[in-house]
């Protein structure tokens, strides 16, 4: 794909959506950080309605530990892989306590030594928390990125590498929501909603539905 196109397409997604955002409900980085660890093989659905319960009662590291163990996973015992998602954010709390004032730390090396956070998690908080021109690549991103060979790699890593490439700076603090709600509402799995797609004519991708 050219760079003309590439130009393109991301203008059309800004212009449809001026000001994306996360789906994941939060008012401070530190609920952003817990909502994104929660999201894991869940929905952004699910997660928020669990911590819409969770966040009234508890919603700064310290709060979260004074719950207890036991006490967090009542609120959270909805979402799948919640046993293991308590024990890393009890653990991830206990660390921003002990090590950063229980604030969540504008550094990527210091949120990636967190429990249960690796590198997409640290470049959500990065880019949604902070505005950083981060490109977290998820399930949604790394197939449309290949899909409509906008930016296509081998695995997510590489997605990103070529993302962070070939999008030009203005475009970069908001390309990962644009790319993720496309692929979540028009460009999904199995039948990609092509006929209702903005990009549709820009896209590559060769068996195009109708």
Same mark, same amino acid.
Not at 71 to 88: C, E, R, W
Not at 131 to 139: K, Q, R
Not at 200 to 205: A, G, P, S
């Given at each position: 794909?050219?760079?003309?196109?590439?130009?393109?397409?991301?203008?059309?997604?800004?212009?449809?959506?001026?000001?994306?955002?996360?789906?994941?409900?939060?008012?401070?980085?530190?609920?952003?950080?817990?909502?994104?660890?929660?999201?894991?093989?869940?929905?952004?659905?699910?997660?928020?309605?669990?911590?819409?319960?969770?966040?009234?009662?508890?919603?700064?590291?310290?709060?979260?530990?004074?719950?207890?163990?036991?006490?967090?996973?009542?609120?959270?015992?909805?979402?799948?892989?919640?046993?293991?998602?308590?024990?890393?954010?009890?653990?991830?709390? *206990?660390m !921003?306590?002990?090590?950063?004032?229980? =604030?969540?730390?504008? &550094?990527?090396?210091?949120?990636e030594? #967190?429990? %249960?956070?690796?590198?997409?998690?640290?470049?959500?908080?990065?880019?949604?928390?902070?505005?950083?021109?981060?490109?977290?690549?998820?399930?949604?991103?790394?197939?449309?990125?290949?899909?409509?060979?906008?930016?296509?790699?081998?695995?997510?890593?590489?997605?990103? *590498?070529? !993302?962070?490439?070939?999008?030009?700076? =203005?475009?970069?603090? &908001?390309?990962?929501?644009?790319?993720? #709600?496309? %692929?979540?509402?028009t460009?999904?799995?199995?039948?990609?909603?092509?006929?209702?797609?903005?990009i549709?004519?820009?896209?590559?991708?060769?068996d195009?539905?109708?």
């Open positions: 794909m050219n760079k003309a196109k590439r130009l393109e397409i991301l203008t059309r997604l800004r212009d449809d959506n001026p000001n994306p955002t996360t789906e994941l409900n939060f008012s401070s980085p530190f609920e952003l950080l817990i909502a994104v660890l929660l999201s894991a093989q869940a929905t952004d659905v699910g997660v928020n309605k669990a911590t819409a319960k969770l966040y009234p009662v508890a919603n700064t590291p310290q709060a979260i530990l004074d719950l207890g163990l036991d006490g967090l996973k009542s609120y959270i015992k909805t979402i799948g892989l919640f046993n293991t998602k308590a024990v890393n954010t009890m653990k991830t709390c *206990q !921003l306590v002990d090590l950063h004032n229980g =604030e969540v730390p504008e &550094d990527r090396e210091a949120l030594a #967190l429990p %249960g956070v690796g590198r997409k998690t640290a470049n959500v908080v990065l880019n949604t928390a902070f505005g950083w021109p981060t490109i977290a690549v998820d399930t949604h991103i790394f197939r449309v990125s290949n899909r409509t060979k906008f930016a296509m790699g081998k695995n997510v890593d590489l997605v990103e *590498q070529k !993302l962070l490439k070939v999008v030009p700076a =203005e475009f970069k603090v &908001d390309v990962h929501h644009w790319l993720i #709600l496309h %692929g979540r509402y460009c999904i799995a199995r039948k990609p909603r092509c006929g209702s797609c903005i549709e004519d820009l896209c590559d991708f060769k195009k539905t109708e």
